[in-house]
């Protein structure tokens, strides 16, 4: 089973590469190179407004600590969230590997129970309030775009799909539903006893347990929390934004939020595809072509974000070398 989901990772990363030549190739490549060329130094506001947001983030995961004593500051969370971030893109296996580093990085300050807890709730709270965005895009899709009936009934059957997955967040955190306590005793009933799960269940019951008591007992800071998490979608819509307004030479506020709805709605669902490449393109020219946009634009649209992506990824590849190295170095003396 491992092996398959492995071939099926890689799968995707081949399908989405052959699908990002082809829609470059449908856009043609130097009509995308003009327009990135346009850009300029406006790159640099981009990695500004990307930069703003990982600092929100770790803004809001800073306000997820619960635990006596010393709280980690926002910039001790800033390097792991980077870190982060760049295995999340870059490899197929980057959701897992991502959120374990954020938890490797904030143990350093905390007790590792309360790390995992802190990096779950802002995760929860991230999902929620990506979800809550994503339903104001696709109605503001569905009520604004003239387009055939089966994309309206493809938008209004994902707006319900959306509000029914917020609706059942809420519901659960309210009945304060054990669904991993569940999900454990089903496989212990079904006779499924791994041994990394029977060792460590009362450390991940004690974490779901903590979660809820966030949600339950912190009603006002979880309001906060995902006031900030909610604000780091505007920078998303800023960039595109600046993007159309240098590469097309119109932009309007409603084209970005619907750029930026498509982009929200491709990380959420194909997070295991390293970069997104090729679905990114491929929804930011749909998107911008039912505007009246060229597909050329949404395909340097999503290009230039791109770019800017490696950037922080390879900032945050280098972080994690560099914090990797010196326990390397104290593990080789010791041994010595």
Not at 2 to 15: C, K, S, T, Y
Not at 105 to 110: A, H, M, V, Y
Not at 164 to 185: E, F, K, P
């Amino acid at each position: 089973m491992i092996l398959r989901r492995h071939h099926l990772r890689w799968l995707a990363a081949v399908a989405s590469s052959a699908l990002f030549v082809y829609v470059v190739a449908r856009a043609k490549p130097e009509v995308i190179l003009d327009k990135i060329r346009l850009l300029g130094w406006g790159f640099a506001a981009l990695i500004l407004l990307s930069g703003i947001r990982s600092v929100l983030r770790a803004v809001a995961w800073s306000y997820c600590v619960q635990t006596d004593g010393r709280h980690p500051a926002t910039i001790d969370l800033f390097v792991p969230r980077l870190v982060s971030e760049a295995l999340n893109d870059a490899l197929p296996l980057g959701p897992v590997l991502g959120e374990t580093a954020k938890v490797v990085g904030i143990s350093r300050f905390i007790p590792a129970q309360a790390g995992a807890t802190s990096v779950v709730i802002e995760d929860l709270i991230y999902a929620l309030a990506a979800l809550t965005f994503m339903l104001g895009g696709v109605a503001l899709a569905l009520f604004s775009l003239t387009t055939s009936r089966a994309f309206q009934w493809t938008a209004t059957s994902l707006l319900i799909g959306l509000l029914a997955a917020v609706l059942a967040a809420h519901w659960m955190a309210r009945r304060q539903i054990s669904v991993l306590g569940g999900t454990l005793d089903f496989l212990r009933r079904a006779g499924l006893r791994w041994a990394f799960l029977e060792h460590h269940q009362s450390q991940l019951r004690a974490v779901e347990r903590n979660i809820y008591d966030f949600f339950v007992a912190h009603k006002r800071l979880f309001s906060f929390v995902f006031a900030i998490e909610f604000a780091t979608n505007f920078t998303g819509i800023a960039e595109a934004y600046l993007i159309l307004q240098v590469t097309a030479a119109h932009a309007s506020l409603h084209a970005a939020c619907l750029v930026e709805t498509a982009n929200r709605t491709v990380q959420l669902v194909f997070s295991f595809v390293p970069f997104q490449l090729g679905i990114q393109e491929s929804a930011a020219a749909a998107t911008l072509e039912a505007l009246g946009y060229a597909a050329s634009e949404g395909v340097s649209l999503a290009i230039v974000r791109k770019i800017r992506t490696v950037f922080w990824t390879a900032l945050g590849l280098l972080l994690a070398a560099k914090y990797a190295a010196p326990q390397s170095t104290t593990r080789e003396s010791s041994a010595s």
